[in-house]
T-cell receptor
Framework: SQQGEEDPQALSIQEGENATMNCSYKTSINNLQWYRQNSGRGLVHLILIRSNEREKHSGRLRVTLDTSKKSSSLLITASRAADTASYFCAPGGFKTIFGAGTRLFVKA | GAGVSQTPSNKVTEKGKYVELRCDPISGHTALYWYRQSLGQGPEFLIYFQGTGAADDSGLPNDRFFAVRPEGSVSTLKIQRTERGDSAVYLC?????????????FGQGTRLTVV
């Protein structure tokens, strides 16, 4: 298992704008997951993308995966104040490892 | 219960004391994880159980930390001779199995404060 590295560390946008955050990893994976954390408590699973998928949608979320570049991106469209949270990627493995995350702040 | 339950939600203890943190995973989930998270950081992996056995305890910082899962369900994280640096939120998560493509379900954490 390996740790993903999220970028940017922090992001501040206006409500209604799109938010994009990126994740890079080092070795081949079978899947990659994104999680959200509000207020430093439990993480919530958002979406899983498999290595044979290039793009996946879930509501206002769009995740891409580029296995040749070992990177993934999470796009939140039409952001809301409630999207304010920290976002983490977790490259696939039996042992789920997290990086430092991207702290997103959506201003109303 | 329907989700992962962690107790207590908050624990304040004096330096040098022993503490136990409990995690009740989702029923039927065989994989259980403990993480530690300091303010502004991501969750730091501590230990992973598959059933009753610790499949990977490489994240435990030192021998003051120990975790058990005797019946393959509830897990207890034990910290001896607590230090101020142990103050953090301790998170527990469970998964349905050892498969890579399953999501982890998290509890709300125990906030440990060592004074």
């Amino acid at each position: 298992s390996q740790q993903g590295e999220e970028d940017p560390q922090a992001l501040s946008i206006q409500e209604g704008e799109n938010a994009t955050m990126n994740c890079s990893y080092k070795t081949s994976i079978n899947n990659l997951q994104w999680y959200r954390q509000n207020s430093g408590r439990g993480l919530v699973h958002l979406i899983l993308i498999r290595s044979n998928e290039r793009e996946k949608h879930s509501g206002r979320l769009r995740v891409t995966l580029d296995t040749s570049k070992k990177s993934s991106s999470l796009l939140i469209t039409a952001s809301r104040a409630a999207d304010t949270a920290s976002y983490f990627c977790a490259p696939g493995g039996f042992k789920t490892i997290f990086g430092a995350g991207t702290r997103l702040f959506v201003k109303a | 219960g329907a989700g992962v339950s962690q107790t207590p939600s908050n624990k304040v203890t004096e330096k040098g004391k022993y503490v136990e943190l409990r995690c009740d995973p989702i029923s039927g989930h065989t994989a259980l994880y403990w993480y530690r998270q300091s303010l502004g950081q991501g969750p730091e992996f501590l230990i992973y159980f598959q059933g009753t056995g610790a499949a990977d305890d490489s994240g435990l910082p030192n021998d003051r930390f120990f975790a058990v899962r005797p019946e393959g369900s509830v897990s207890t994280l034990k910290i001896q001779r607590t230090e101020r640096g142990d103050s953090a939120v301790y998170l527990c998560a469970s998964k349905q199995g050892p498969l890579e493509n399953t999501e982890a379900f998290f509890g709300q954490g125990t906030r440990l404060t060592v004074v």
